[in-house]
C-alpha cells in the first residue's frame, strides 16, 4: 500500500529521522509530539506539565489539520509520561480535548526518559472517514 508523508509548518519539525505523520489509506498515523514550540523550535514550560501537556495537543492538532483531520477523527492515542503521579493533571488537560462521545482508546505509559527530557509525549491514529 502506498503512503503519504505528512508535514505541517504549525507544528514543530521533526529532530530525527522521522516523519511528523504518515498516511496509508484512510489512516493517519502520527508521530509522537512533545511541547515545542513550531515557530521558535524551542520547548515550551520548562518542565510544567500542564503547559507541555497543552502544548503537545495544539501540535497534534496542527499535524492533524495537515491531513485535513481533527481530534475527533483520532481512534487511538499512547501517552509516555516520566511521572505517573502527573498522571490526573495530564489527563485532565486531555480529557479538555477530548469529549466522551469521541474519546479515542489510549494507552498511558511510564518511561524513564523522553526526547529533550520532557514530561509528556503523545502520539495518535486517526482515520479518514
Same mark, same amino acid.
Do not use: W
Given at each position: 500500500?502506498? /503512503?503519504?508523508?505528512?508535514?505541517? &509548518?504549525? %507544528? &514543530? ?9 504518515? #498516511?496509508?489509506? @484512510?489512516? !493517519?498515523? !502520527?508521530?509522537? #509530539?512533545?511541547? +515545542?514550540?513550531?515557530?521558535?523550535? =524551542? +520547548?515550551?514550560? *520548562? ?6 501537556? /497543552? =502544548?503537545?495537543?495544539? @501540535?497534534? #492538532?496542527?499535524? +492533524? ?20 503521579? *502527573?498522571? %490526573? ?14 474519546? &479515542? ?9 523522553? &526526547?529533550?527530557?520532557? #514530561? ?10
Amino acid at each position: 500500500m502506498a /503512503h503519504t508523508i505528512l508535514y505541517s &509548518p504549525a %507544528a &514543530p519539525a521533526p529532530i530525527g529521522p522521522y516523519s511528523q505523520a504518515i #498516511q496509508a489509506g @484512510n489512516t !493517519v498515523y !502520527v508521530s509522537g #509530539q512533545i511541547a +515545542l514550540d513550531a515557530a521558535t523550535g =524551542q +520547548l515550551t514550560g *520548562n518542565g510544567d506539565v500542564v503547559v507541555e501537556t /497543552h =502544548q503537545v495537543m495544539r @501540535n497534534l #492538532q496542527a499535524v +492533524l489539520a495537515a491531513a485535513g483531520l481533527t481530534l475527533r477523527d483520532v481512534v487511538k492515542t499512547s501517552i509516555f509520561v516520566i511521572d505517573l503521579g *502527573n498522571f %490526573a493533571l495530564i489527563n485532565e488537560i486531555y480529557g479538555s480535548y477530548f469529549t466522551e462521545d469521541y474519546a &479515542p482508546a489510549r494507552e498511558t505509559v511510564q518511561v524513564s526518559r523522553l &526526547p529533550k527530557d520532557v #514530561q509528556v509525549e503523545i502520539s495518535c491514529i486517526a482515520v479518514k472517514a
